[in-house]
């Protein structure tokens, strides 16, 4: 169950990109441990150089919540979406 969960937001984390023209380099979606909380990252080649943060994030958080979360069950703690020159320079930093 939980692994098609995960399958299913990867898919509209990719159907999300066609419709906007984002070409991405990596798509993770894994859970935290807690319930149904995940935590998404989007790294993309092109598509995010024209958006501002906040209205990339909001848009795609708002098309999983509307395509996903019918139910209520799935919880997006976490929404990274990085070019991938902010995926290199990130990518070895422990927080």
């Known amino acids: 169950m939980k692994t098609v969960l995960l399958e299913k937001l990867r898919a509209a984390v990719e159907e999300w990109a066609r419709m ?10 894994k859970y935290t ?8 990252l989007v790294v993309a080649r092109t598509g ?3 958006w501002s ?16 979360n019918a139910n209520g069950e799935l919880v997006i703690t976490g929404l990274g979406m990085l070019t991938e020159e902010e995926y290199e320079k990130y990518e070895g930093v422990e927080v």
């Open 20 to 29: 906007h023209n984002v070409e991405t380099t990596l798509i993770e979606a």
């Open 33 to 40: 441990g807690l319930g149904a909380n995940v935590h998404v």
């Open 48 to 50: 995010f150089e024209n």
């Open 53 to 68: 943060r906040y209205e990339r994030h909001n848009s795609l958080f708002q098309f999983l919540d509307s395509k996903l």
